[in-house]
């Protein structure tokens, strides 16, 4: 596509659901990454996908936390057991690595709500 | 990874002033990046400027980097109330293969 798209854009959940985040990347980008924005915080890094490469899981703040990443284009966020501390926007970007900078596209990100 | 920190943390002006933010990272780098990022959606990039380069314009904007110093600076010239937003600095990742890691920005307020 001609940008990074996320769905939902906005998502209000009850405090113990899981909740999947997806995200589809620009068609070609091999790097794909989450961030999560809590209201007036910078980004946290969560998760770094790269080729066919191992993801870098570094930044998932808690093993509710996964993803994954099918066929090297779409990417699902699943939090399982969400918490009221989970609510941030949680966004995604895609980049075409190996250009001497990985530049980073980002999608307008999916606003997620504990109740 | 290595991550940019933006300095100041927030930053009011009026409309015609202009606007100047410093960003300073730890490792030697062989560019950096700028990005806006409006009401909490997502990042935009602005610019970004090789280790070679001392200076480098884009409309409004201008960023200089000074490797020595491991510094880089954003200046918006003639601010305008829709350049009001949060301002981020990336160095690339230290490692190959490693992600950007963002700052906290500086948020940006032009009043008119």
């Known amino acids: 596509g001609a940008g990074v798209s996320q769905s939902p854009s906005n998502k209000v959940t009850e405090k113990g659901k899981d909740v999947e985040l997806r995200c589809d990347p620009i068609?070609?980008?091999?790097?794909l990454y989450w961030y999560r924005q809590s209201l007036g915080q910078g980004l946290e890094f969560l998760i770094y996908?790269?080729?066919?490469?191992?993801?870098?899981k570094s930044g998932l703040p808690s093993d509710r936390f996964s993803a994954e990443r099918t066929g090297g284009s779409v990417s699902t966020l699943t939090i399982q057991r969400t918490q009221q501390e989970d609510s941030a926007v949680y966004l995604c970007?895609?980049?075409?690595?190996?250009?001497?900078?990985?530049?980073?596209?980002f999608g307008a990100g999916s606003r997620l709500t504990v109740l | 990874s290595q991550q940019g920190e933006e300095d100041p943390q927030a930053l009011s002006i009026q409309e015609g002033e202009n606007a100047t933010m410093n960003c300073s990272y730890k490792t030697s780098i062989n560019n950096l990046q700028w990005y806006r990022q409006n009401s909490g959606r997502g990042l935009v990039h602005l610019i970004l400027?090789?280790?070679?380069?001392r200076e480098k314009h884009s409309g409004r904007l201008r960023v200089t980097l000074d490797t020595s110093k491991k510094s880089s600076s954003l200046l918006i010239t003639a601010s305008r109330a829709a350049d009001t937003a949060s301002y981020f600095c990336?160095?690339?990742?230290?490692?190959?293969?490693?992600?950007?890691?963002f700052g906290k920005g500086t948020t940006l307020s032009v009043s008119s």
């Open positions: 970007a895609s980049s075409l690595e190996g250009a001497g900078a990985n530049v980073l596209t």
């Open positions: 068609s070609g980008h091999t790097a």
């Open positions: 400027i090789r280790s070679n380069e």
């Open positions: 990336a160095p690339p990742a230290n490692q190959a293969g490693t992600a950007l890691i």
């Open positions: 996908f790269q080729g066919n490469s191992a993801p870098d």
